[in-house]
């Protein structure tokens, strides 16, 4: 026992504790964030081998070039090994890759797979290493989540750069946080849990499924409300309907005075 004492007063002692509470604490959030993946996913293992044998072949045809021949990154493309089915059914899904140009970031256009495609796209990726996997539907469901508190949770984390309307935003270098009228509500899932672009990683730890599921309804109830007030002006709240009403006033008051002068002469 008196050695045991004289250990704990031993200078580096507080620093082996301080080390010793990272590693648990480290090894019980790894736990906690695999649990909650594991919950709220598709198992990447759950696709079959000739999914992964066809997605390999459109990988090589179509991806190769900018991503490696095995998926571990070029100077024109990052590496893909173990970022999960989920980052490649929303890039691909979207229409953002294959990217039609160079440029700050991908852009949304048309899909150029088609769903079965996509799928075999994000079966290969997934079996190259872990990573998030496509979203269960029941957090996806947006009749099952509470738009109330959806609203809340969005307006903490995600109005800053998507405009608490969800209009959208610009960022610096040219980059932008787009709209998320419209959008699909498995590729929001997998945007909160991939973090594409310059947007952070919201994983289930951060943001459990249910309230991922819960921002989802939100944003469809958002969607299905229109423009109660009248023109919508970009969602962009007082500067764009301050602009509107100072062009219209301008306009009316340069009317009036050309009638004026018209009438007296």
Not at 145 to 165: Q, V, Y
Not at 214 to 241: H, M
């Amino acid at each position: 026992m008196k050695a045991l004492s004289q250990k704990r007063r031993h200078p580096f002692a507080g620093v082996a504790l301080l080390l010793l509470g990272l590693l648990i604490t480290g090894g019980l959030y790894a736990a906690a964030t695999t649990i909650n993946q594991a919950q709220a996913s598709q198992e990447a293992d759950g696709y079959s081998a000739a999914d992964v044998d066809e997605g390999e072949r459109l990988f090589v045809a179509n991806c190769a070039t900018c991503h490696g021949i095995n998926a571990e990154g070029t100077d024109a493309g990052p590496s893909l090994i173990g970022v999960g089915a989920a980052s490649v059914d929303f890039q691909v899904g979207t229409g953002r890759m294959p990217m039609q140009m160079q440029g700050p970031q991908a852009q949304v256009k048309p899909q150029q797979f088609n769903d079965e495609q996509t799928m075999q796209l994000a079966a290969y990726v997934a079996s190259l290493g872990a990573g998030p996997a496509v979203p269960a539907e029941e957090y996806t469901d947006a009749d099952e989540g509470d738009a109330s508190r959806g609203g809340e949770l969005f307006r903490i984390n995600c109005a800053m750069c998507h405009n608490a309307a969800a209009a959208g935003g610009a960022l610096t270098e040219g980059k932008y946080a787009p709209s998320l009228h419209g959008v699909d509500e498995r590729h929001i899932y997998e945007a909160m849990q991939t973090g594409p672009q310059n947007m952070p990683v919201f994983n289930d730890a951060n943001i459990p499924p249910e309230d991922k599921r819960d921002i989802i309804a939100f944003l469809k109830t958002y969607d299905s409300q229109g423009t109660p007030g009248g023109f919508a002006l970009g969602f962009l709240g007082p500067v764009s309907e301050g602009l509107f009403i100072w062009t219209g006033g301008l306009a009316i008051l340069i009317a009036s005075m050309v009638w004026l002068t018209s009438r007296s002469s």
